[in-house]
C-alpha cells in the first residue's frame, strides 16, 4: 500500500528564515511525486511534478527535490505570503490510466514578520 | 484559477435530503476525480473517471453516486447523508498519462 509521511507537522518560521519540509514515500512503481499548497477554504494548487531521483524544481523562493525514499521543499527567504499547508501527494498504478494520488497529511507553514 | 468550477461552494443538508455537487473544468483534460478532505486527515481519493467511465471506485458508500456525462462535466449526487460525512469534496482533473491535478476550489460539505 502506498504511504506518504510529511513532517514537520507545522512550522513557524520568521521572514527571511529559510527551511525544508519533508515528505517520506514508500510506493510501488512511481509515477511521480508532486507537491501542492494549500490556502484555508480552497482547492491545492499545484506546485510542482518530479519524476525521478536526483531531479530538481524551482519557482520563486520554493525549490523541491526527490530522492529514491523522500523529497524536500525548500523555502528560501520566505514572505508571509508563503503560509499555506503544503501537501506531497505521490502518483501510482498503470501505464495509460488516469492517475492516482495519495496524499500525506501536509505541513502547515506560517511565516511571520 | 478558474480552469476548474464547483458549485455550490457550500451545502448545509439534512440527513434525508438529496442534494448534487456539479464540477466543471476548462482545461482540456480527460480524467476527473472526487476528492474528499477531512480535518486532520489526508485527501482521500473517491472516484476516478477517464474519457467518461469510471476506472476507480475507492470503496465509497452508495449514498455517494458519481455522474460523468462528457469530459468536462463531473457530478456527484448525495443522498441520505451522515454526518460522518460532512468534509470539503473537491473535484479535479488531469490529462491521461500525466500525473499533475489540478484541483477547484470545493463544496464545503455539512450535514446535520
Known amino acids: 500500500e502506498d504511504q506518504v509521511t510529511q513532517s514537520p507537522e507545522a512550522l513557524r518560521l520568521q521572514e527571511g528564515e529559510s527551511s525544508s519540509l519533508n515528505c517520506s514515500y514508500t510506493?510501488?512503481?512511481?509515477?511521480?511525486l508532486f507537491w501542492y499548497r494549500q490556502d484555508p477554504g480552497k482547492g491545492p494548487e499545484f506546485l510542482f511534478t518530479?519524476?525521478?531521483a536526483g531531479e530538481e524544481k524551482e519557482k520563486e523562493r520554493l525549490k523541491a527535490t526527490l530522492t529514491k525514499k523522500e523529497s524536500f521543499l525548500h523555502i528560501t527567504a520566505p514572505k508571509p505570503e508563503d503560509s499555506a499547508t503544503y501537501l506531497c501527494?505521490?502518483?501510482?498504478?498503470?501505464?495509460?490510466?488516469?492517475?492516482?494520488?495519495?496524499f500525506g497529511t501536509g505541513t502547515r507553514l506560517q511565516v511571520t514578520l | 484559477e478558474t480552469g476548474v468550477t464547483q458549485t455550490p461552494r457550500h451545502l448545509v443538508m439534512g440527513m434525508t435530503n438529496k442534494k448534487s455537487l456539479k464540477c466543471e473544468q476548462h482545461?482540456?483534460?480527460?480524467?476527473m476525480y472526487w476528492y474528499k478532505q477531512s480535518a486532520k486527515k489526508p485527501l482521500e481519493l473517491m472516484f476516478v473517471?477517464?474519457?467518461?467511465?469510471?476506472?476507480e471506485n475507492n470503496s465509497v458508500p452508495s449514498r455517494f453516486s458519481p455522474e460523468c456525462p462528457n469530459s468536462s462535466h463531473l457530478f456527484l449526487h448525495l443522498h441520505t447523508l451522515q454526518p460522518e460525512d460532512s468534509a470539503l469534496y473537491l473535484c479535479?482533473?488531469?490529462?491521461?498519462?500525466?500525473?499533475?491535478?489540478?484541483f477547484g476550489p470545493g463544496t464545503r460539505l455539512t450535514v446535520l
Open positions: 479535479a482533473s488531469s490529462r491521461k498519462r500525466e500525473g499533475a491535478c489540478y
Open positions: 510506493v510501488s512503481g512511481l509515477r511521480g
Open positions: 518530479l519524476y525521478s
Open positions: 501527494a505521490v502518483g501510482g498504478g498503470n501505464t495509460g490510466t488516469a492517475s492516482k494520488l495519495t
Open positions: 482545461l482540456g483534460h480527460n480524467a
Open positions: 473517471y477517464n474519457f467518461k467511465e469510471q476506472t
